[in-house]
């Protein structure tokens, strides 16, 4: 077996486990993403040592030898340390066999060879020997260096054993072809995995939405996040997890006339949006952009296919979603948002641009304005080159008159200079409907520019709207 000491194996940690292992007579080894992201040339932080005996044990001895801290989980029979730079993991060699109705494992002590049986991919399954007498030899049974050469995701065992067992497996399948892919080279799941997807994808079921959520988070930190929600799509994955987008792939077509592919817009957008202040939860907002389409679909004789109000019931949707998924409330509001608005900017590209309607996307958006735009501008997607560029030409305009009037009005994170507390000390009443009101007609006075968004300008304008309504000052 060819050995690879070098580069690979020169961290100091590796010789003093090898020194760890050979005291204790039992065998450790460096096994799974380190070793993939080694042939990868990645940089890899997180090692993975699985040891022929108790992992626990053999950490702690390993913590008094380098006078490293240990956390050590006996529920799961894992133990971890840091030393320098890197995150080591340690867990004894095990064997696993699941019911069908359970993801829990019936877990026992093993070998080697067992665990790496049990691994997800072949890539995933190669180890590194840290034994003194064979120190960087390569362990693949699987052929996993034969598969990361070829750009191949594969299960060790047989794919509906692999998958049936562990479910997840399907996604993190996705992930990693999706992770490990490059420009240069596309990482391909075999067609027997991808066919077993399909018989299993119902297995989805028995997992925790927490788990599927943090697998689909992980797709969305990829270089190309499309790549996975095409994948998913393609193994059949996707309506049990997110039926909401498998439904924009439908294309319908009255009198010859269809309308573009959402699905496919959608992933031209989750692959364009930028980075922005919040880039996971802006791809988010990304993907979730046109989900209402389907709900607002109507054809026109006179104009073709619209979507009039599609923003409106996709924001509607975007609560359902996060629910289910589990993810986090707090970002859900401001993926709605994003949702919501995400037509504005794009319609003052279209139309006469007003500081009147620029002050009002401002005051809707507030801090999430810079998003707002990025997700705006990688929604700008056609086959017509010519009708980009123009659309892109207004846009910077739009961009251009939001700086402008910002600056000027000051609206991001708009307060009104009007508080309640102020007009019922003013005027010496309890809280009624005529302080909202007065609050109202600031707010719109000043959006629509007829007054300075300043206390003085303000104030002057609530008391001449208060003397209308017949309120008295109590105090000058």
């Known amino acids: 077996m060819p050995t690879v000491t070098s580069q690979f194996l020169d961290k100091p940690i590796f010789r003093i486990i090898s020194e ?12 799974g993403g380190y070793v993939r992201d080694c042939f990868l040339g990645r940089q890899c932080n997180d090692i993975d040592v699985v040891v022929e005996g108790s992992g626990i044990d053999f950490a702690l001895e390993l913590g008094s030898k380098t006078g490293r801290h240990v956390s050590y989980f006996k529920n799961f029979g894992t133990a971890m340390l840091r030393y320098g730079p890197d995150e080591i993991e340690f867990v004894g060699a095990r064997r696993e066999s699941y019911r069908r109705e359970s993801r829990k494992p019936i877990v026992e002590n093993g070998t080697l060879e067992d665990d790496q049986k049990r691994r997800d991919f072949t890539i995933n399954a190669m180890a590194f020997s840290l034994q003194p007498d064979s120190f960087g030899e390569l362990v693949d049974p699987f052929g996993g260096i034969r598969d990361l050469a070829d750009g191949v995701i594969r299960t060790p065992l047989d794919p509906d054993t692999t998958y049936s067992d562990d479910p997840l497996r399907m996604l993190r399948a996705v992930r990693f072809a999706t992770k490990l892919s490059t420009p240069e080279r596309s990482f391909r799941i ?3 995995s991808m066919e077993s997807m399909r018989r299993m994808a119902d297995r ?8 599927i959520s943090d697998e ?3 797709m969305m930190a990829c270089q190309r996040p499309s790549m996975a929600f095409k994948l998913m799509d393609e193994a059949g994955l996707l309506p049990h997890i997110l039926p909401e987008i498998s439904a ?18 959608t992933m031209a957008v989750l692959d364009n949006v930028g980075p922005g202040s919040k880039p996971l939860w802006l791809r988010w907002a990304a993907l979730l952009h046109d989900i209402g389409k389907p709900a607002s679909k ?3 004789p006179a104009q073709g296919w619209t979507f009039h109000g599609h923003e409106v019931i996709g924001a509607r949707m975007v609560p359902k979603i996060f629910n289910r998924l589990k993810l986090p409330i707090d970002e859900m509001k401001y993926v709605q948002k994003l949702v919501r608005l995400h037509m504005r900017p794009i319609a003052l590209v279209d139309s006469e641009v007003t500081d009147s309607a620029v002050r009002r996307l401002l005051f809707d958006a507030g801090d999430d304005i810079d998003d707002l735009m990025l997700l705006c501008n990688a929604d700008i997607t056609s086959k017509n080159e010519a009708k980009v ?9 739009v961009k251009q008159k939001l700086v402008q009037v910002e600056e000027k009005d000051a609206l991001r994170n708009f307060k009104n200079p009007i508080t309640g507390e102020y007009v019922m000390e003013l005027y010496g009443i309890p809280p009624c409907r005529e302080i909202g009101q007065l609050k109202e007609m600031v707010k719109e006075a000043i959006l629509d520019g007829l007054i300075g968004n300043n206390f003085e300008e303000a104030d002057a304008y609530m008391r001449v709207k208060a003397a209308e309504m017949g309120l008295k000052e109590v105090r000058g």
């Not at 204790?24 to 096994?31: L, Q, T």
């Open 216 to 218: 689909l988070n992980k």
């Open 20 to 31: 760890v292992a050979a005291s204790k007579g039992v065998r450790a080894f460096v096994i």
């Open 204 to 211: 989805l079921s028995i997992l925790s939405m927490e788990r």
């Open 248 to 265: 924009l792939k439908r294309v319908d077509s009255i009198d010859g006339r269809g309308h573009k592919d959402n699905f496919e817009h």
């Open 389 to 397: 560029a123009r659309i892109r030409a207004n846009f910077e305009l």
């Open 298 to 300: 109507r054809f026109d």
């Open 190 to 192: 075999v067609p027997e």
